[in-house]
């Protein structure tokens, strides 16, 4: 998969952004997705190939954090991903932990996760919509 590179120190609210808090449960930096992991109630980074469990995003990191520290992470709303978005392009879960890609890069067997689709070059409307079904050959 082409993950977009995402730059950490751009990846910002917008006034709209729906947050939650939590436990780190693994190092993550800004702009990485989360999944919650049910057996220690931490997020950790989700992957699309791995699991529909890792691939279930709960949402974005807004900071980094490592195992253990407090984490906030958008889980809706609009946010500045700290990347250049396409418009109208859908972003989804990769295969790679806590990476995010074009819907088009989906590999077969990744479990289908959308993140959210671009509205402009520096904004990303998040929707989460964890289908838990994977991608067939």
């Known amino acids: ?12 609210p917008a006034t ?3 947050t939650i808090d939590g ?28 699991s529909a469990a890792t691939a279930a995003v709960k949402g974005l990191a807004m900071h980094g954090a490592s195992d253990g520290q407090p984490i906030r992470l958008a889980i809706g709303g609009t946010i500045d991903p700290g990347f250049t978005a396409a418009v ?4 989804v879960q990769s295969g790679t932990a806590g990476g ?9 067997g990744d479990f289908t996760t959308i993140i959210g689709v671009g509205i402009s070059a520096s904004s990303l409307k998040l929707l989460m919509i964890n289908s838990g079904v994977q991608v067939p050959a």
């Open 1 to 12: 998969m082409a993950d977009v590179t995402v730059i950490p120190a751009e990846v910002l």
């Open 16 to 18: 709209d952004t729906l």
């Open 23 to 50: 436990t780190a449960g693994a190092t993550v930096t800004a702009g990485q997705t989360c999944y919650l992991d049910s057996s220690d109630n931490k997020y950790k980074l989700a992957d699309a190939d791995a």
């Open 88 to 91: 109208g392009t859908i972003y």
């Open 100 to 108: 995010i890609a074009p819907v088009t890069d989906l590999a077969t």
